[in-house]
């Protein structure tokens, strides 16, 4: 996959934050300044870029999908294995959970802080649309068995807990 400039420049900055806290302090604060444009947007009858933002969650999904594959080592068979993936992605973007279930088939991630969750509220589809599209898109391009169920439970909606379900079929 060709990607552009700014492309590159942004997965640099998503692989840096894993490590580096002022890399990761960055990026958070870019996705929740693009986050509020997305429900300043909204409010005003928009849509462009949430599309935008799906289209983009897609492409970083696919282009991410393959290196942190052979980054993490994961056995794109086993759903707790591939769970890895998750959590390589909630210390990149500061967020907090726990798996509440680890099986070859299925896995369940809880995630209780995230510092989009309160901006989201404007826009929950930037969870259920977007984070979902991402997250399909990595672990799709992993292994085409892959599902993840639709995400009913967003702190962005208010309950206590984003809740993914990830499933082998």
Known sequence: MKISAVERAFYALAFRA?????????????????????????????????????????????????????????????????????????????VTGEWTERGRDAAIKCETVCPFAEIAKGAPEICSDVIHALETATFAELNPRYRLVPLARLLSKGDARCEFKHELR
């Open 18 to 94: 894993e490590t580096d806290a002022r890399a990761r302090a960055v990026l958070v604060a870019l996705v929740k300044a693009f986050f509020r444009a997305i429900v300043v947007e909204k409010r005003r009858g928009g849509n462009r870029l949430m599309q935008f933002a799906r289209v983009a969650s897609v492409r970083f999904g696919r282009w991410r999908a393959p290196i942190l594959r052979d980054r993490l080592k994961l056995d794109v068979n086993d759903m707790a294995d591939m769970g890895r993936l998750q959590d390589w992605e909630d210390r990149v973007f500061d």
